[in-house]
């Protein structure tokens, strides 16, 4: 694109200062180049001055690209836009708090204020640590809510829901809600009600029942309801269609209890967090929107002529409203592209530019109910469309309007003909017409992804534009790997590094799930506790055998080189200090080790955690998956491995589409959180607790939440939104790859799926300067390893003929695992019920699919048997481990029992403190039979018994 000819779209958008404005900025459409045009031209104009025009983006690196556009742009220097507001909105909250807002608290009848040391909280981890903080002491101070408390899986998932209420516009003040937030919490029963009808009409030509009463059929599965509850068949009623009285009936609930809980939550943590002077995102906008809402003076005096906000589709109600409220005159424009709203797990409204002439309207008419705080209610709104693409070929376009219409399932109904009615096709500006699309799946698909990805190097039919302007072949460093799930990138780059393929990891790493945060777990329980859970992955790792670990921990004597560095720990006075020291120690010194640093040590530094409370703030980090970005790179011509979260706003030669499988893309399940908000049900509790119902205390489902939840369809809108912003990150080419189960979303896109079975020997070096490279993706480096079925007699599945199949086993193992999970599954057979109720039992913590690695001496060689348990149930006073069977009969239950023997002793090692039991749960019949363990003595016989067959 040239800097100096702007497109006609560009220039109309460039010339056209006066008036609301909604601006249709497409993917790769040059906004940047015309918002930085239209703002020179705007503060260039006789009588406007930079502080004249507000400028607001997302994020501070693009504040300052467009900044430093301007000033090249403008008769404006550096110096004199040093100061101009062209910034966030969190920037733009917190100067408004800190130069006028000291005590905007106190509108909300806080008795506390802003000062200049109050500290912005931009620490995830960080701020979950302080929550947890307040609600410990919350509980104990109100013990009316201990029922509420009781309910809850996770009491700090509280906070998800209150940055949720800050970003609707919903805040609490000392006797209830601020101005109309209630309504909120309440929910529109009329909009509900039209959802309800339209998904409970028969179907067919009324020949087929609705698709609620087919969905209500499985009403009652996933849990125990209160007495009162209404039955299956009350509920699901007679003939095609529920009763119509269900909507009326679920949808009207008292729930005056749950508001004032979560009222006295909210208002509790935002007192919590001034008088310890910090404030968060949502606390930042919401404090400067009830400023600018009831300080008239204030909102006058600051009012800009000129309001300019990038990147629409990302913003929440609250900052649209904050957006007005900062507007003087009619002179509103928005730019953005509704195609790539993928945020709303943080809380972005897609809403806001699909019907923003609507919300206009109606958020300023709200504002100005009892005072004239917008200056226009109902402006002529003009739209400005971009559409000169100047990334991408027509073609991969093309395959990504495709994508916006994907069904997400076998059974999605979508309305195409609907959405492709609001796209604005683009048009590329490209001087070549050479795109491959292909796509291509694998039972192996990392190995075949790096296969592929080694093959395209030097290939001259993926051709890319190089810096002269001439196409050239490819290059590692010109190919991208993206995922809707981080862990297959993760493992992607694990396979890469062992076989010397150059890549790169950029996005969200589960830092405490890495071995150097392990590490320094073990040291600190070490430390803390002189624990076995310290020593044992300690001795471990430095090559003793369980024996020999089991008869050190036993005897409370360890090698002297791990007691004297364990000294040396003591000595270092705070947990940064004891990190470094591990980190240098054991030679951790890449971007993952220094993120562990820096995220410990802003805990230990921001809160008041002993070096205790943050051992098990590690713990949790673990348990929960925290994560943070890193880079973790390999050179200059590497391949970049991204979620495609991540990718927004980037752009790549060679895009790869990985793990577009079932249940990854788009993902299964949803949201567990027990108290829920959302449009248009408003406040939810999931469950609920009584202590007198059936005789004993029990935390028992919300009826109506699961009716509400299974009237509501799910929105697989976003999810193709985000397929639509993968295909437009490609320049050149668009590949795709899964495993054995392709999603419906790679199904339905025009592009055939070539099987392929990667050959390790046909890998070989290219000429020139391409490496050599032969995949081989592998488990871990160790001796020699057997998995349990390998010790396992075939030949007792011989001859069964009422089997089911890998298949429907596979199905039920995944159903099993999601509903652990707690993802929103529902059982599909009556083997996923019966899983269902077992799980629904047990009352302590499940871990899923757990590696366990078990070493055995075999005939004088160390023989380590690999395998993955199904589910480990960890109480208080037993470890539980079970594997799940869809055998009809019970003809393999002597050679299963060998496999369950080996998890029996790994965890066994694990939990010393526990007794652990070990069981198979056979799903047809829901039948657990207890196992008998081996001594690992008779263990190693069988090991031996079955290598010699």
Same mark, same amino acid.
């Given at each position: 694109?040239?800097?100096?000819?702007?497109?006609?779209?560009?220039?109309?958008?460039?010339?056209?200062?006066?008036?609301? %404005?909604?601006?249709?900025?497409?993917?790769?459409?040059?906004?940047?180049?015309?918002?930085?045009?239209?703002?020179?031209?705007?503060?260039?104009?006789? +009588?406007?001055?930079?502080?004249?025009?507000?400028?607001?983006?997302?994020?501070?690196?693009?504040?300052?690209?467009?900044?430093?556009?301007?000033?090249?742009?403008?008769?404006?220097?550096?110096?004199?836009?040093?100061?101009?507001?062209?910034?966030?909105?969190?920037?733009?909250?917190?100067?408004?708090?800190?130069?006028?807002?000291?005590?905007?608290?106190?509108?909300?009848?806080?008795?506390?204020?802003?000062?200049?040391?109050?500290?912005?909280?931009?620490?995830?981890?960080?701020?979950?640590?302080?929550?947890?903080?307040?609600?410990?002491?919350?509980?104990?101070?109100?013990?009316?809510?201990?029922?509420?408390?009781?309910?809850?899986?996770?009491?700090?998932?509280?906070?998800?829901?209150?940055?949720?209420?800050?970003?609707?516009?919903?805040?609490?003040?000392?006797?209830?809600?601020?101005?109309?937030?209630?309504?909120?919490?309440?929910?529109?029963?009329?909009?509900?009600?039209?959802?309800?009808?339209?998904?409970?009409?028969?179907?067919?030509?009324?020949?087929?029942?609705?698709?609620?009463?087919?969905?209500?059929?499985? %009403?009652?599965?996933?849990?125990?309801?209160? @007495?009162?509850?209404?039955?299956?068949?009350?509920?699901?009623?007679?003939?095609?269609?529920?009763?119509?009285?269900?909507?009326?009936?679920?949808?009207?609930?008292?729930?005056?209890?749950?508001?004032?809980?979560?009222?006295?939550?909210?208002?509790?943590?935002?007192?919590?967090?001034?008088?310890?002077?910090?404030?968060?995102?949502?606390?930042?906008?919401?404090?400067?929107?009830?400023?600018?809402?009831?300080?008239?003076?204030?909102?006058?005096?600051?009012?800009?002529?000129?309001?300019?906000?990038?990147?629409?589709?990302?913003?929440?109600?609250?900052?649209?409203?904050?957006?007005?409220?900062?507007?003087?005159?009619?002179?509103?424009?928005?730019?953005?592209?509704?195609?790539?709203?993928?945020?709303?797990?943080?809380?972005?409204?897609?809403?806001?530019?699909?019907?923003?002439?609507?919300?206009?309207?109606?958020?300023?008419?709200?504002?100005?109910?009892?005072?004239?705080?917008?200056?226009?209610?109902?402006?002529?709104?003009?739209?400005?469309?971009?559409?000169?693409?100047?990334?991408?070929?027509?073609?991969?376009?093309?395959?990504?309007?495709?994508?916006?219409?994907?069904?997400?399932?076998?059974?999605?109904?979508?309305? &195409?003909?609907?959405?492709?009615?609001?796209?604005?096709?683009?048009?590329?500006?490209?001087?070549?017409?050479?795109?491959?699309? *292909?796509?291509?799946?694998?039972?192996?698909?990392?190995?075949?992804?790096?296969?592929?990805?080694?093959?395209?190097?030097?290939?001259?039919?993926?051709?890319?534009?190089?810096?002269?302007?001439?196409?050239?072949?490819?290059?590692?460093?010109?190919?991208?790997?993206?995922?809707?799930?981080?862990?297959?990138?993760?493992?992607?780059?694990?396979?890469?590094?062992?076989?010397?393929?150059?890549?790169? %990891?950029?996005?969200?790493?589960?830092?405490?799930?890495?071995?150097?945060?392990?590490?320094?777990?073990?040291?600190?329980?070490?430390? *803390?506790?002189?624990?076995?859970?310290?020593?044992?992955?300690?001795?471990?790792?430095?090559?003793?055998?369980?024996?020999?670990?089991?008869?050190?921990?036993?005897? +409370?004597?360890?090698?002297?080189?791990?007691?004297?560095?364990?000294?040396?720990?003591?000595?270092?006075?705070?947990?940064?200090?004891?990190?470094?020291?591990?980190?240098?120690?054991?030679?951790?010194?890449?971007?993952?080790?220094?993120?562990?640093?820096?995220?410990?040590?802003?805990?230990?530094?921001?809160?008041?955690?002993?070096?205790?409370?943050?051992?098990?703030?590690?713990?949790?980090?673990?348990?929960?998956?925290?994560?943070?970005?890193?880079?973790?790179?390999?050179?200059?011509?590497?391949?970049?491995?991204?979620?495609?979260?991540?990718?927004?706003?980037?752009?790549?030669?060679?895009?790869?589409?990985?793990?577009?499988?079932?249940?990854?893309?788009?993902?299964?399940?949803?949201?567990?959180?027990?108290?829920?908000? +959302?449009? @248009?049900?408003?406040?939810?509790?999931?469950?609920?607790?009584?202590?007198?119902?059936?005789?004993?205390?029990?935390?028992?489902?919300?009826?109506?939440?699961?009716?509400?939840?299974?009237?509501?369809?799910?929105?697989?809108?976003?999810?193709?939104?985000?397929?639509?912003?993968?295909?437009?990150? &490609?320049?050149?080419?668009?590949?795709?790859?899964?495993?054995?189960?392709?999603?419906?979303?790679?199904?339905?896109?025009?592009?055939?799926?070539?099987?392929?079975?990667?050959?390790?020997?046909?890998?070989?070096?290219?000429?020139?300067?391409?490496? +050599?490279?032969?995949?081989?993706?592998?488990?871990?480096?160790?001796?020699?390893?057997?998995?349990?079925?390998?010790?396992?007699?075939?030949?007792?599945?011989?001859?069964?003929?009422?089997?089911?199949?890998?298949?429907?086993?596979?199905?039920?193992?995944?159903?099993?695992?999601?509903?652990?999970?707690?993802?929103?599954?529902?059982?599909?057979?009556?083997?996923?019920?019966?899983?269902?109720?077992?799980?629904?039992?047990?009352?302590?913590?499940?871990?899923?699919?757990?590696?366990?690695?078990?070493?055995?001496?075999?005939?004088?060689?160390?023989?380590?048997?690999?395998?993955?348990?199904?589910?480990?149930?960890?109480?208080?006073?037993?470890?539980?481990?079970?594997?799940?069977?869809?055998?009809?009969?019970?003809?393999?239950?002597?050679?299963?029992?060998?496999?369950?023997?080996?998890?029996?002793?790994?965890?066994?090692?694990?939990?010393?403190?526990?007794?652990?039991?070990?069981?198979?749960?056979?799903?047809?019949?829901?039948?657990?039979?207890?196992?008998?363990?081996?001594?690992?003595?008779?263990?190693?016989?069988?090991?031996?018994?079955?290598?010699?067959?």
């Amino acid at each position: 694109m040239s800097e100096f000819a702007p497109n006609p779209g560009q220039r109309e958008l460039i010339d056209s200062t006066e008036g609301t %404005y909604l601006v249709d900025a497409g993917a790769g459409t040059g906004k940047t180049f015309s918002i930085t045009r239209r703002y020179a031209g705007i503060v260039d104009g006789e +009588g406007v001055e930079p502080d004249d025009v507000l400028l607001v983006t997302f994020t501070n690196n693009a504040a300052a690209e467009m900044r430093e556009r301007i000033v090249d742009r403008s008769a404006y220097g550096t110096r004199e836009l040093k100061d101009a507001p062209i910034q966030t909105f969190h920037s733009l909250c917190h100067d408004l708090l800190l130069e006028h807002g000291h005590d905007a608290p106190e509108l909300l009848g806080i008795d506390d204020h802003i000062t200049d040391s109050t500290r912005l909280l931009d620490d995830e981890f960080v701020e979950r640590s302080r929550f947890g903080e307040f609600v410990d002491c919350f509980s104990d101070d109100r013990p009316e809510y201990d029922d509420v408390f009781a309910a809850l899986s996770e009491p700090r998932d509280l906070l998800d829901l209150l940055h949720e209420l800050a970003a609707k516009g919903v805040f609490p003040t000392a006797t209830g809600w601020y101005r109309d937030g209630e309504r909120h919490l309440d929910g529109d029963f009329a909009a509900f009600k039209d959802i309800f009808d339209e998904r409970n009409e028969p179907r067919n030509g009324g020949n087929k029942q609705s698709a609620l009463r087919s969905v209500l059929y499985s %009403y009652g599965d996933s849990g125990t309801y209160l @007495p009162d509850a209404p039955s299956k068949s009350e509920i699901r009623g007679e003939g095609k269609q529920v009763p119509d009285v269900l909507a009326n009936h679920a949808f009207h609930e008292d729930r005056e209890r749950l508001k004032s809980f979560v009222h006295d939550v909210y208002w509790g943590y935002l007192r919590f967090s001034l008088r310890r002077n910090y404030l968060n995102f949502g606390f930042l906008q919401l404090l400067a929107y009830v400023l600018l809402c009831e300080n008239h003076a204030l909102r006058e005096r600051i009012a800009f002529e000129y309001v300019m906000i990038d990147e629409f589709q990302d913003t929440s109600e609250i900052q649209f409203k904050l957006g007005l409220l900062c507007a003087g005159t009619e002179n509103f424009c928005v730019v953005g592209d509704w195609k790539q709203s993928i945020y709303g797990f943080q809380y972005a409204d897609v809403e806001n530019i699909v019907a923003f002439e609507d919300r206009l309207e109606r958020f300023a008419a709200e504002l100005n109910r009892d005072h004239d705080r917008v200056g226009f209610e109902q402006p002529d709104v003009e739209t400005i469309s971009l559409v000169e693409n100047y990334r991408s070929t027509d073609v991969i376009l093309d395959l990504a309007e495709d994508g916006l219409v994907a069904p997400a399932t076998s059974t999605e109904d979508v309305d &195409a003909e609907s959405i492709l009615e609001d796209v604005t096709s683009l048009d590329a500006v490209s001087d070549y017409d050479h795109s491959r699309i *292909e796509a291509f799946q694998s039972e192996d698909e990392q190995e075949a992804l790096l296969s592929r990805i080694h093959d395209i190097v030097g290939d001259e039919r993926f051709p890319v534009e190089g810096e002269d302007g001439e196409l050239r072949a490819p290059e590692y460093g010109d190919m991208a790997v993206l995922t809707r799930r981080r862990e297959f990138g993760r493992e992607l780059l694990a396979a890469a590094t062992e076989n010397g393929l150059p890549m790169a %990891y950029e996005g969200g790493v589960e830092i405490y799930r890495t071995d150097p945060a392990k590490l320094l777990l073990a040291w600190l329980r070490v430390l *803390e506790y002189d624990a076995d859970r310290g020593w044992a992955p300690l001795l471990e790792r430095v090559g003793y055998s369980l024996p020999e670990i089991d008869a050190m921990l036993s005897s +409370g004597t360890y090698p002297q080189n791990l007691v004297g560095f364990a000294d040396e720990l003591r000595d270092r006075e705070t947990v940064g200090a004891i990190a470094r020291h591990v980190f240098e120690r054991y030679g951790y010194d890449g971007p993952v080790a220094d993120a562990i640093l820096h995220a410990v040590q802003s805990v230990h530094d921001a809160t008041t955690m002993s070096r205790g409370d943050l051992l098990r703030y590690i713990e949790r980090g673990i348990e929960t998956g925290t994560t943070r970005e890193v880079h973790v790179g390999a050179g200059t011509d590497a391949v970049t491995v991204q979620t495609i979260h991540a990718t927004k706003g980037l752009e790549h030669p060679i895009v790869i589409l990985a793990d577009m499988n079932q249940h990854s893309f788009p993902p299964s399940g949803g949201g567990t959180s027990d108290i829920t908000f +959302g449009d @248009p049900v408003g406040l939810r509790q999931r469950t609920v607790f009584d202590a007198e119902a059936y005789d004993r205390p029990h935390v028992f489902r919300n009826w109506r939440s699961d009716v509400l939840n299974r009237t509501l369809p799910r929105d697989y809108d976003e999810e193709r939104r985000l397929l639509y912003v993968a295909i437009t990150r &490609a320049e050149h080419h668009v590949l795709f790859s899964a495993g054995e189960t392709p999603s419906s979303f790679l199904e339905s896109l025009p592009v055939e799926v070539e099987e392929i079975d990667p050959e390790l020997s046909d890998v070989s070096a290219a000429s020139g300067e391409k490496p +050599g490279f032969t995949p081989d993706v592998r488990g871990r480096d160790g001796p020699a390893a057997e998995t349990p079925h390998t010790i396992m007699r075939d030949d007792v599945f011989e001859g069964v003929d009422d089997g089911r199949g890998v298949e429907f086993g596979s199905r039920v193992h995944e159903f099993a695992e999601a509903y652990a999970l707690g993802e929103s599954v529902t059982p599909r057979n009556d083997d996923e019920r019966a899983v269902a109720a077992f799980l629904d039992d047990l009352d302590g913590t499940l871990v899923v699919e757990e590696d366990v690695h078990l070493p055995l001496r075999i005939d004088g060689e160390t023989i380590t048997i690999t395998g993955v348990v199904d589910l480990v149930h960890v109480a208080d006073d037993r470890v539980d481990v079970i594997d799940y069977k869809t055998d009809r009969g019970r003809h393999a239950e002597d050679e299963y029992r060998k496999q369950l023997n080996v998890y029996h002793h790994v965890l066994e090692a694990s939990y010393p403190d526990r007794e652990v039991t070990t069981s198979i749960f056979y799903t047809d019949g829901g039948e657990r039979v207890p196992v008998e363990p081996l001594s690992e003595t008779e263990l190693e016989g069988v090991v031996s018994a079955a290598r010699e067959r």
